[in-house]
């Protein structure tokens, strides 16, 4: 499949998903649904379930607030317990393959200056991404269809930055985990961020939530210090650089609604259940 038609797919299933979080308390048929995405239903059904690994009556399931209230469940007493235990196998991708460091005082105070930022375009199964970094680690990584937004909010957070259009191997290691999740990159990838103390807390956090599972804005918070500081951590939560390899996609109301993502909440819902099934879904029968 080319990149064209990758990204065709996807734009479409992202209308599926869509209809579907609409359409939640009416449990669409397979028939709506596909019409919503204009796809005959065979169609649907099998495109579907190639980019999501699941059906789609199983992805509804997904979707829904009991699923998202059991995922939090499981991690009830996460701020009591150490972060690290319990992470074991390919759920541990973030921790042993994604490091994060700081930008240093002067780096973060002259807006990037006498900073050389390489940046390339890619795609991926959730749309276009850009994906930037320094000769340290990778400093961003967005969603967006149109490159020249992406590259006007790459500018805009370091706008005394040097720009170069090359990919670097790090740019390719970031997609490799963005596409195959259950795979190693082969080599560690270092994050090169600029953030506040506290946003590196919080990003940190979620560096350690496992594929598949759910923690609250009320867990991060708890990581930090201040089980008080939600509307803080969310805030941070919300400033993420970093798109997916900082899964700031894995953190919901403690309610379990999704709650917001900048880069749209249909495309969250996808990765949701998208990481769901690779973390050991079974089969599941048609809609």
Known sequence: MNDHSATEHYKRIA???????????????????AAAAHYSPFHFQKVFSEYTGVS??????????NHAKNLLDQQSSLENAAWESGLSGTSRLHDLFVSLEAMTPAEYRNKG????????????????????????????????????????????????????????????RALHILQHPADSPGTPLKLHLKGTPFQLKVWEA??????????????????????????AAGTAIGANPV?????????????????????????????????????????????
């Open 243 to 287: 798109a997916f390899l900082i899964p700031c996609h894995r953190v919901i109301r403690g309610s379990g609604v999704l709650g917001g993502y900048r880069w749209g909440l249909d495309r969250k819902a996808a990765i949701l259940a998208w990481e769901t099934a690779l973390s050991g879904a079974g089969s599941e029968d048609e809609l």
């Open 113 to 172: 200056a006498d900073l050389l930022i390489d940046y390339s375009f890619g795609t991926s199964l959730f749309g276009n991404v850009l994906v930037a970094s320094t000769g340290k680690g990778v400093c961003h990584l967005a969603f967006e269809d149109n490159n020249e937004k992406a590259l006007a909010e790459l500018h805009a957070k370091f706008p005394d930055a040097r720009f170069n259009h090359q990919q670097q191997p790090m740019h390719t």
């Open 56 to 65: 789609p009556k199983k992805f509804q399931r997904y979707l829904s607030l």
């Open 15 to 33: 209308e599926a998903i869509r209809f579907m979080l609409l359409h939640q308390q009416q449990q669409p048929d397979l028939a709506a649904v």
């Open 206 to 231: 979620l560096l350690k939530i496992p594929q598949g599972q759910l923690c609250s804005y009320r867990h991060i918070a708890a990581y930090t210090g201040d089980a008080q500081a939600s509307r």
